[in-house]
């Protein structure tokens, strides 16, 4: 069975340009979360979907920032236009239902964004 | 609200040494516990988690368990690896919906 995935593995861009995030998540799956880690400081959360419907965005940094499931199935996050501070590193991540005892997110490696 | 906090790193280690990474937990209500690691070049792996006080979670020699009178779930392994040297990630999670909250890592390094 194939893990996350996200795409691309690495990104650099230039402050102003926009960039697209894409996340596939576990199939079946219904939970689909995307967090940043910055410069080496906590992994935090910035929304979370079910199936299509954007359950939590109260992570979301600013307006620059729009995430979509089209489907309920992938997931894409795009910046637009990209600043400095938002270099980093993105984690995609998705999980059953969420039950206390069998809860578990399985994440993606992440897409490491740097913005010159 | 809820935070968790991690003892910084880097930790060096020499093999066969023995390892703690603290890790102390501010939450309402009764959170779920997890460990995670990061590989080098590799995504977030669950390693372990506890879901109620008292319980102990434990995966490939490690062992955390869920304090809740201290509000911690510090990590330990008896003899490390080098093949263990990542970055060790503790977070919580309320139960609503799955959404996690994480320390900032701590950098384990072991030297042979």
């Known amino acids: 069975e194939a893990g996350v995935t996200q795409f691309p593995s690495h990104s650099v861009i230039e402050k102003g340009q926009t960039v697209t995030l894409r996340c596939d998540p576990i199939?079946?799956?219904?939970?689909l979360y995307w967090y940043r880690r910055v410069m080496g400081k906590e992994i935090k959360f910035l929304l979370h979907?079910?199936?299509?419907?954007?359950?939590?965005e109260s992570g979301m940094p600013n307006n620059r920032f729009l995430a979509e499931r089209t489907g309920g199935t992938y997931s894409t996050l795009k910046v637009q236009p990209a600043e400095l501070e938002d270099s980093g590193v993105y984690f995609c991540?998705?999980?059953?239902?969420?039950?206390?005892?069998?809860?578990?997110?399985?994440f993606g490696q992440g897409t490491r964004l740097t913005v010159v | 609200g809820n935070s968790v906090t991690q003892m910084e790193g880097p930790v060096t280690l020499s093999e066969e040494a023995f390892l703690t990474i603290n890790c102390t937990y501010t939450?309402?209500?009764?959170?779920?516990l997890f460990w995670y690691v990061q590989y080098p070049g590799e995504g977030l792996q669950l390693l372990l988690k506890?879901?109620?006080?008292?319980d102990k979670g434990s995966n490939k020699g490690f062992e955390a368990t869920y304090r809740k009178e201290t509000t911690s779930f510090h990590l330990e392994k008896g003899s490390v690896q080098v093949s263990d040297s990542a970055v060790y990630f503790c977070?919580?999670?309320?139960?609503?919906?799955?959404?996690?909250?994480f320390g900032q890592g701590t950098e384990l390094s072991v030297k042979p």
């Open positions: 991540a998705s999980s059953q239902d969420w039950v206390r005892g069998r809860a578990e997110a399985f």
């Open positions: 199939s079946g799956h219904d939970n």
């Open positions: 979907f079910v199936k299509e419907s954007k359950q939590d």
């Open positions: 939450a309402t209500g009764y959170p779920s």
């Open positions: 506890a879901t109620k006080a008292d």
């Open positions: 977070a919580l999670s309320n139960n609503q919906g799955g959404k996690l909250i």
